[in-house]
């Protein structure tokens, strides 16, 4: 069965520069919500990369279900980031890397 996981790569909006504490704690919780449910698999920042803020990997069962996940981060919500997302097939031991 194929396998598939979901990057959501966080884009920096004009208003980025404005960010609050409590907006990165609200965007903190949602990682909270979504490692809890099983969703996220990977998450981290990116430096040296202009305009880009981060990614998250996501664990969904369709491109519709991560674009739903997406749309709920508080900093897209909150008009500081927008976001692309991308299907990913792993490869891995596990499946022969594809092969």
């Not at 979901?6 to 965007?27: C, D, G, P, S, W």
């Not at 698999?41 to 990369?49: D, H, I, Q």
């Not at 880009?52 to 990997?57: L, T």
């Not at 519709?64 to 097939?89: D, H, I, S, W």
Request: with cysteine; hydrophobic share 40%; glycine share 6%.
């Amino acid at each position: 069965m194929e396998q598939w996981l979901y990057v959501m790569f966080i884009e920096k909006a004009k208003t980025y520069n404005r960010l609050t504490r409590a907006a990165v704690e609200r965007h903190v919780a949602n990682l909270k919500a979504l490692d809890d449910s099983g969703h996220l698999e990977l998450c981290g920042v990116f430096k040296g990369y202009p305009g880009v803020a981060g990614m998250y990997i996501l664990r969904a069962d369709s491109f519709e279900e991560a674009e739903a996940l997406c749309r709920q981060e508080p900093l897209v919500l909150e008009g500081f980031a927008t976001y692309k997302l991308k299907a990913m097939q792993p490869a891995n031991r596990d499946n022969n890397y594809l092969l």
